[in-house]
């Protein structure tokens, strides 16, 4: 199952589902290095960071923002 770490709260790690659902995952289940954006793996109940993908989503990201922005 993947996650996109959407914001912190407190204990929490706020995350978007699949579905497009917001779940709380605790802070101490996730890497202590994962940060909002990054995208979240959970794999046998651990959880880890893709970082092949948060990097595609964030270039893709990107590109929606310069075509928002252009003339």
């Known amino acids: 199952m993947k996650y996109i770490i959407d914001h912190f709260e407190e204990k929490f790690a706020v995350c978007e589902d699949p579905e497009g659902k917001l779940v709380d995952i605790e802070r101490s289940k996730i890497p202590k290095e994962a940060k909002e954006g ?27 923002m310069e075509e928002v922005w252009e003339d």
């Open 38 to 64: 990054d995208v979240l793996i959970c794999q046998n109940g651990r959880f880890s960071v893709d970082k092949k993908q948060t990097e595609k989503l964030r270039r893709e990201i990107e590109r929606l």
